[in-house]
């Protein structure tokens, strides 16, 4: 499948590293709810933030796979966190998992600390939108 999406980045901004400011896309959307690090049975694995993180992409990744898609047609991530100072301090270990499952594709994203998830044990929860261009 080819990608056709144009990254929006102003010229006199300073370049956004390991996500994008902007994607301008056209084609099928596909919506992934907020997904979470346990897996396809809904059983935790791990109470390991980064463990939990690669599950969550992982499971992104099925959930586009259901729709004809991959990770180079994401567009947007909606990353919500319970310690937004584990995920600062972990960000070497977070972008070695990203790159392993997603690969050097990155969309537009934002992250939001909550003060819980639904699931108790769960400690990152994050929202996808992807684009698979017609044709």
């Known amino acids: 499948m080819t990608t056709v999406h144009e990254m929006l980045h102003p010229r006199n901004w300073k370049p956004a590293v390991g996500y994008a ?29 980064i463990g939990q993180t690669e599950q969550t992409l992982r499971n992104i990744v099925a959930v586009l796979a259901e729709g004809g898609a991959g990770p180079e047609h994401l567009v947007r991530l909606t990353w919500y966190v319970t310690d937004k100072h584990e995920y600062l301090g972990r960000l070497r270990e977070l972008g070695a998992v990203y790159r392993a499952v997603i690969g050097r594709h990155f969309p537009a994203m934002a992250l939001i600390q909550v003060a819980a998830l639904v699931e108790d044990r769960a400690k990152v929860e994050i929202e996808a939108t992807a684009v698979v261009p017609h044709g």
């Open 21 to 49: 400011n902007g994607i301008a896309a056209e084609g099928r959307m596909i919506f992934c709810g907020g997904l979470i690090g346990w897996n396809g049975q809904q059983e935790f694995e791990t109470d390991d933030f």
